[in-house]
């Protein structure tokens, strides 16, 4: 059960989000250990696991300073179905009626296709396997079973136009000529029909070598393209009568019916040997996998490992408790939340998901409100808060360098397939992290969004000229930043504007 799901010490996913993630040690240590908890809970024995509640986390802090970083870096890492939603939307105009319990069924999506995906991996050496005895059936036909007559034999399938008669003709003939082929180990003298299955298997074996050393790419041979069906054998929906539902429904209605009616794709095509193996390969895979297992699968990942990820959680806090137009929808919001984050159990296409278990990180700025504005059973679902710090010029200085794909490192590898060698030197870093500082302070702090537009800034003009300048070497040093950013920063119109 749940192989995929790695499981890391919270020391070892501090050290993997610090690849990603300046500073934030708080919030980093809080969801390496809300990780590592759901994966002691697995071990625990089965009635007392079931009483064992996942512990959700609030991440408190401004905008830019890394909260969607930290969790979309948690779920790679995890390996767990993620999806990240905006707790504002639910509240959008037109919206109302559309249950979050979508949520649920989207996360689901996301978990049937990952497991699918690893089923696929784990099948693929036996898929191509198969593939390549399908594909030599084409080539070259089977031997016989046992006890079958030589008429039989020669009634198999062999599409001569795909086989060059004179390859097999005097490959069957060199075997059957051959001097010891016509004894078995026994000493016994073999029937006539056997010492044929043996040239057969022979020239199979020929043609599987062949077909290895791709010897055979340029032959053509004729198959059923009709994609393999994906989904459960019968073609079911459920239906589940609560408000809201309607859209699943006609999904569903959709998806059954696509299914139902089958592609209209279903025909005999003549491929190249290369392009039929790998439609062979895909329709043994289809075969293989086993979908039951895989919903089965993928339900089980959901409720036990999944991570759903609410920003914006403080856009339905309501300060206001007057319960003006807004807050009220706010506050249904809220509690339409709710059920789902204290366990319930979700209809979706592919059967009913607990939710239980499921980890909810919600996140937002709450500068407006605070998390005590937030009804108090929601309040109650979310025992750990974090905050994140605001970041510094130091800090600045780090995430413009230290993550594995940096912005420096990005601008340079865009700049690299122009030919041009980009290179940051260490004033210029320090410039660009000063600049970023002074802006947020000048202006809203946008946190290490401000990087962005400070560096597009900076290279404004090497990326217009950039595909000019082939095999140059060009250094952003402290003068050079200077130049670009001072007229911006000194100007507080412009500023505003620009940066
Ligand atoms: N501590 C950090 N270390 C490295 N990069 C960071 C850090 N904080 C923010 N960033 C970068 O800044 C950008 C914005 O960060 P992120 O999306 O995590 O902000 P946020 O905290 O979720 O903000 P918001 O409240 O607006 O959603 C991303 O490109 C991210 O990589
Ligand atoms: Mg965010």
């Known amino acids: ?226 994609p393999p069906k994906q989904g459960m054998g019968i073609p079911m929906i459920e239906v589940v009568a609560s408000p809201g539902n309607f859209e699943d429904i006609g999904k569903s209605l959709r998806d059954m019916l696509s299914g139902a009616m089958g592609p209209k794709s279903s025909k005999r095509k003549k491929l190249k040997v290369p392009e039929a193996i790998e439609i062979l390969i895909e329709q043994e895979a289809a075969k293989l996998i086993d979908m039951d297992a895989v919903v089965k699968e993928a339900i089980e990942r959901v409720q036990d490992s999944g991570i759903v990820f609410i920003d914006e959680i403080d856009k339905i806090a309501s300060k206001d408790k007057s319960g003006h137009g807004p807050d009220i929808s706010r506050e249904g919001v809220q509690r339409d939340i709710l059920p789902i984050v204290e366990g319930s159990r979700v209809h979706t296409k592919y059967g009913v998901v607990a939710t239980d278990h499921i980890l909810f990180i919600a996140a937002g700025a709450f500068h407006v409100s605070k998390p005590s504005d937030l009804i108090p059973e929601l309040q109650g679902r979310f025992p750990i808060r974090v905050e994140l710090q605001p970041l510094t010029e130091a800090d600045f200085l780090r995430i413009l360098t230290e993550p594995a794909h940096s912005l420096t490192k990005q601008y340079s590898a865009l700049m690299k397939t122009e030919g041009v060698d980009l290179e940051f030197a260490s004033d210029g870093l320090t410039e660009m992290a000063r600049y970023a500082a002074l802006a947020n302070q000048q202006m809203e702090n946008i946190g290490a969004r401000r990087l962005h537009t400070i560096l597009e800034n900076v290279l404004d003009e090497i990326s217009f000229s950039a595909s000019e300048k082939q095999n140059e070497k060009l250094v952003i040093d402290g003068a050079y930043v200077k130049k670009c950013l001072d007229p911006l920063i000194k100007n507080e119109d412009l500023s505003r504007y620009i940066l």
């Not at 996913?13 to 610090?18: C, R």
């Not at 007392?48 to 609030?58: S, V």
């Not at 030599?136 to 034999?153: G, N, S, W």
């Open 1 to 226: 059960m749940s192989a995929g799901i790695k499981n890391f010490t919270p020391r070892e996913v501090m050290s993997e989000l610090d690849r990603f993630v300046i500073g934030q040690k708080d919030a980093k240590r809080a969801v390496a250990i809300a990780m590592r908890n759901r994966w002691r809970r697995q071990q625990v024995e089965a009635g007392l696991r079931e009483e064992i509640m996942p512990k959700n986390i609030i991440m408190i802090g401004a905008t830019g300073v890394g909260k969607t970083e930290i969790a979309r870096r948690l779920s790679k890492l995890a390996n767990a179905p993620f999806i990240k939603v905006e707790a504002s939307k639910f509240t959008e105009v037109g919206y109302v009626g559309k249950d979050v319990e979508s949520m649920i069924r989207e996360l689901t999506e996301i978990a049937v296709s990952m497991i699918k995906e690893e089923y696929s991996e784990r099948v693929k050496v036996k898929a191509e396997e198969l593939a390549e005895e399908r594909l030599l059936d084409l080539l070259v036909p089977k031997p016989a079973p046992k006890q079958k007559k030589k008429k039989e034999v020669a009634n198999q399938e062999i599409d001569l136009n795909d086989i060059n008669l004179n390859d097999f003709e005097s490959l069957t003939k060199s075997m059957l000529d051959s001097g010891d082929s016509d004894e078995n180990s026994d000493g016994d003298v073999k029937t006539e029909s056997e010492i044929e299955d043996q040239g057969l298997i022979a020239t199979r074996e020929k043609f599987r070598q062949m077909l290895r050393d791709k010897k055979l790419d340029n032959r053509f041979v004729e198959l059923d393209t009709t």
